[in-house]
């Protein structure tokens, strides 16, 4: 795994040779400035699915890596619902001993906070990833036995009115200490989370398949005109990591 680009002040022993440790500055946040990060992984052909439906069969071993480490940084994660049920989700703990010593030393729980989007409330209380410290938050037009069946096994947070405002729960978050914020999708919340100017920086993992139309691609309407300027590029064996920072429509 080696570096490509990255910016002047970057600090890395050996650029062609880097170590989880190097990811770890990279990637490593600052704990004074909240983000939201993005992170997902494409097929060439902008695809965010395999031909099976499912996020994972784009996934490679360094892309595993680096998806654990993303979570390892993050205080809470955003999901939307249609990708819980697709990808079978699972409380998002962290179990690499490096990410979980450092995750120890910056003070914060495991696992993160995993917060599910759903607008229709239809989810499986027997879902795994369905006990604390999970978050489902809907608007309030999500039909009251949909509410009832989950307040069983999780909170459940109503926002009023039909739309769904992410400033609104980043703000949440934010006020119950949850500053690092890590969305992994799917293609819907993350047009809607970039057309409402929620995100600060995509991590996109380049998949070096080809799937053809699964009609799944990464954005549409407003959230796909967003301007992104490239933080840094890493080449992996079996895939490529970009990091973006979103800097406007």
């Avoid at 699915?49 to 069969?57: E, L, T, Y």
């Avoid at 729980?109 to 599910?116: Q, T, Y």
């Avoid at 978050?135 to 926002?159: C, D, G, R, S, Y």
């Amino acid at each position: 795994m080696y570096l490509l680009r990255a910016p002047e002040t970057t600090l890395i022993n050996d650029p062609l040779d880097l170590s989880l440790a190097d990811l770890q500055q990279l990637y490593a946040v600052d704990e004074a400035l909240p983000i939201v990060r993005a992170n997902l992984v494409t097929s060439l052909d902008g695809q965010i699915s395999g031909a099976d439906g499912r996020a994972k069969s784009l996934s490679t071993a360094d892309d595993q890596l680096l998806f654990a480490l993303l979570r390892s940084l993050s205080d809470a994660i955003i999901v939307g619902a249609q990708t819980v049920r697709a990808e079978q989700y699972r409380l998002p703990a962290i179990t690499r001993e490096e990410l979980v010593v450092a995750r120890e030393a910056s003070g914060r729980e495991n696992p993160p906070v995993l917060v599910i989007i759903s607008r229709s409330g239809q989810l499986d209380p027997a879902l795994e990833c369905l006990q604390q410290p999970t978050i489902v938050i809907t608007p309030a037009t999500t039909p009251t036995e949909n509410i009832a069946a989950l307040t069983k096994v999780v909170e459940v947070v109503q926002f009023p009115g039909e739309e769904i405002s992410f400033h609104q729960i980043i703000s949440l978050l934010r006020d119950r200490g949850l500053t690092q914020i890590l969305v992994e999708g799917g293609a819907a919340l993350l047009s809607a989370m970039l057309e409402q100017q929620a995100i600060d920086e995509l991590c996109l993992t380049l998949s070096p398949q080809l799937v053809g139309a699964q009609d799944q691609p990464l954005v549409d309407g407003v959230g796909a005109r967003s301007a992104l300027e490239l933080a840094h590029l890493v080449a992996a064996p079996d895939c490529l990591f970009t990091r973006y920072r979103v800097v406007g429509d």
